[in-house]
């Protein structure tokens, strides 16, 4: 099974999709049933006081498997990316410090040096040529976030009708035999 960061961070990503508009209730009811360690289940805390412990039904596990599968086919797309992202940076930032150097002014004159102006078309040109050689992948990345939000918002409309009337939700999706994690307050809420 992937690493519950990856779950913890597709939770994330679900939970960002689910509407911030919960119902505001002053008597919250606590729903905690007896779980099988041996399932997928969902926790739910409301202000890190576990108000829902129910196991994923087939549905919701089946959308939650799917959202992992698009999550994880995504870091790995994200990968090569990284490397162009960080040699485009690196130009980007070869370019504007020679564009510094080409244009000299001062009060009353602007001076053009042609050696670091042709420099800075010359590094222009990598860049937009990098750029171009990895256009395919940028946008195979950018379809497979797309995939990767719609299982997303599969997901959560599988969980909502579960959550809905708890607001602060902190969610806990858990794989059979893994143990709760802590509530941590410091996590930004919605």
């Known amino acids: 099974m992937f690493k519950r960061i990856v779950a913890t961070a597709c939770v994330g990503l679900t939970v960002a999709y689910i509407s911030t508009s919960f119902a505001n209730s002053a008597d919250k009811d606590i729903d905690i049933q007896k779980v099988s360690k041996d399932e997928y289940r969902i926790l739910v805390f409301d202000h890190c006081q576990k108000m829902l412990e129910k ?14 599968e698009q999550s994880e086919l995504m870091r790995k797309l994200e990968k090569p990316i990284h490397a162009v992202s960080r040699q485009m940076s690196k130009l980007g930032r070869e370019v504007e410090a020679i564009s510094r150097k080409a244009f000299i002014e001062d009060d009353k004159t602007l001076t053009i040096d042609k050696t670091h102006l042709a420099e800075q078309k010359l590094l222009s040109k990598q860049l937009e040529a990098l750029a171009d050689a990895h256009k395919d992948d940028f946008n195979t990345l950018e379809r497979q976030g797309k ?20 607001e602060n939700a902190h969610i806990q999706i858990l794989e ?8 941590d307050p410091h996590i930004k809420q919605i």
């Open 55 to 68: 196991p994923l039904n087939s549905e919701q596990v089946s959308s939650f498997l799917a959202l992992e």
């Open 176 to 183: 059979p035999g893994e143990v709760e994690k802590p509530c």
């Open 147 to 166: 995939n990767v939000e719609s299982a997303a918002k599969r997901f959560e409309s599988t969980i909502k009708p579960l959550i809905a009337d708890v």
